[in-house]
């Protein structure tokens, strides 16, 4: 019988939660007091951006010791990140764009990924591989609202997690299109709430995310 981790880890990252929170993370010995508090506020899953040199060491620390999160981590723009990324525990990656070759290393992990688009030719190539779940990026910046409902046209089987510049006032309207799985929301776990140890506060923002349908 399979274990209900083993049953989330089957299922994609755009189904997972309305919001994965994007985090960047500076101390490692915030990552797991961290992932404990979304967890605590109902969310199970984690985008960890590769932004900081402390980011592999907190994926590590949080798959070994908070298993029950499902460990993404983001800002992936290598061959070499993603190898690490999985390495350190990922269960799914994100990247901001999408080259050849980027694709070529996210495909080799074995693992479920969202790749970053902006235009519709990021779409189109994503299509060519077979790839129909992606991430908008920078969303708001490349059109946001109305730049996914011009893509559901030509390209209805593509699922998108848009994540850049998305708040809680704007999530809901994202999260009513039919093309949007999820978004990305750096606002859940901010550097603020991290440095004071504000597990609480962070709890409390995860909490109200879990509404946003």
């Given at each position: 019988?399979s274990?209900?981790?083993e049953r989330?880890?089957?299922v994609?990252?755009?189904?997972l ?8 993370i500076?101390?490692?010995?915030k990552a797991?007091p961290?992932?404990?508090a979304l967890?605590?506020g109902g969310?199970?899953?984690?985008e960890?951006?590769?932004r ?14 908070v298993?029950?999160?499902v ?6 723009i290598?061959t070499e990140?993603?190898?690490?990324a999985?390495g350190?525990?990922a269960?799914?990656?994100v990247s ?5 070759r980027?694709l070529?290393?996210l ?7 969202l790749a970053?688009t902006a235009?519709a030719?990021?779409?189109v190539?994503?299509?060519e591989?077979?790839?129909?779940e992606?991430?908008?990026?920078p969303?708001e910046?490349?059109?946001g609202?109305?730049?996914l ?11 998108f997690?848009p994540t850049?510049g998305?708040?809680?006032a704007t999530?809901?309207s994202?999260?009513?299109l039919?093309?949007v799985?999820c ?9 603020a709430?991290q ?5 609480a506060?962070i709890?409390?923002l995860a909490?109200?995310?879990t509404s946003?349908?």
């Amino acid at each position: 019988m399979s274990t209900v981790t083993e049953r989330v880890a089957s299922v994609s990252p755009l189904d997972l939660a309305p919001v994965i929170p994007v985090v960047v993370i500076s101390d490692p010995d915030k990552a797991v007091p961290l992932a404990r508090a979304l967890l605590a506020g109902g969310v199970r899953v984690i985008e960890l951006t590769m932004r900081t040199p402390a980011a592999l060491e907190s994926a590590r620390l949080i798959a070994a010791e908070v298993p029950e999160m499902v460990l993404g981590v983001g800002t992936v723009i290598s061959t070499e990140q993603a190898e690490q990324a999985v390495g350190a525990g990922a269960r799914f990656l994100v990247s901001p764009g999408a080259t050849e070759r980027l694709l070529d290393g996210l495909i080799g992990t074995g693992v479920p990924f969202l790749a970053g688009t902006a235009s519709a030719t990021d779409v189109v190539r994503l299509l060519e591989r077979g790839i129909t779940e992606a991430k908008l990026f920078p969303a708001e910046v490349v059109g946001g609202i109305a730049m996914l409902k011009a893509l559901h046209g030509p390209f209805a089987q593509v699922r998108f997690c848009p994540t850049g510049g998305i708040s809680p006032a704007t999530a809901p309207s994202y999260l009513a299109l039919p093309n949007v799985g999820c978004v990305g929301g750096s606002w859940i776990a901010p550097p603020a709430l991290q440095e004071a140890g504000d597990w609480a506060g962070i709890t409390a923002l995860a909490r109200a995310t879990t509404s946003l349908v």
